[in-house]
């Protein structure tokens, strides 16, 4: 359970600061929220196909934090005789990115979609990038499909709306993500800039985090007459961790 008692999840539209960098303070802002000193974090890369070089870079950054680092992985098996119990001793969940259509078609077969709402409703903080912040929702854009954006629509619902990530850094997202809330193939929500993040306590927004000047989030909407209405939100800049 979080230390302050409530849900969280921390749904982020991608990571700026660079890869081989330490961690990212958006990464490190999903950690503090466990209120853990020394955080456990469980990393899940179900949508890159558990590439090993991912958890690899992620373990040497969470090292440094003081975090402590395990990995769920689902290819071409469980790397755990008990993912249920692995996932449930967390203080964070962390999911990366990739397809979102295909982990969560893969986490639905080992049974993770329960797993992860028991995870979240017992207070364990979840977080993740692109896919692994589209999933929270109903659904999101996704490149799942082909190199062209998609509607996805099969979310795992925890969070009321749609999703969006890399708004301002994919030049085809915001249009696409604002065209589809238009024609009512996804409902309103949020979009987020690589480098931002929503925070959601419960099932509510309680602010948008970014990680570098400028990066923000957005409520999209439709305007009911064929379009849709676009309103930025503010964003707390977070420090180094």
């Known amino acids: 359970m979080a230390a302050d008692g409530r849900r969280h999840i921390l749904a982020i539209g991608g990571i700026s600061a660079p890869a081989d960098g330490p961690l990212p303070p958006i990464i490190a802002h999903a950690l503090a929220l466990s209120g853990a000193p020394s955080p456990r974090v469980c990393l899940v890369n179900t ?5 090993p070089a991912g958890y690899l870079r992620m373990y040497s950054r969470l090292a440094g934090y003081g975090a402590r680092a395990s990995h769920l992985q689902l290819f071409t098996m469980p790397n755990v005789r008990d993912p249920a119990g692995l996932l449930m001793s967390q203080d964070v969940i962390f999911v990366g990115g990739g397809s979102v259509a295909n982990m969560l078609a893969v986490w639905r077969v080992h049974g993770l979609d329960t797993i992860m709402r028991q995870a979240w409703e017992a207070g364990i903080v979840l ?6 912040a589209i999933c929270w929702f109903f659904g999101g854009t996704t490149d ?3 190199p062209e954006l998609w509607p996805f629509t099969d979310g795992l619902g925890f969070l009321a709306g749609s999703y969006c990530p890399h708004y301002s850094g994919e030049p085809a997202r915001r249009p696409t993500y604002q065209g589809l ?5 996804l409902p309103a929500g949020i979009a987020c800039d690589d480098g931002a ?12 985090v970014a990680e570098r000047p400028g990066a923000t989030g957005y409520h999209v909407e439709s305007d009911g007459v064929g379009g849709c209405q676009e309103f930025a939100l503010p964003a707390r800049l977070l420090v180094e961790p």
């Open 47 to 51: 949508a890159a196909g558990d590439d």
């Open 127 to 132: 977080a993740g990038v692109s896919a692994g």
């Open 144 to 146: 799942s499909f082909g």
């Open 181 to 185: 809330i238009a024609d009512g193939t």
């Open 197 to 208: 993040g929503a925070h959601f306590a419960g099932t509510d927004l309680a602010e948008i």
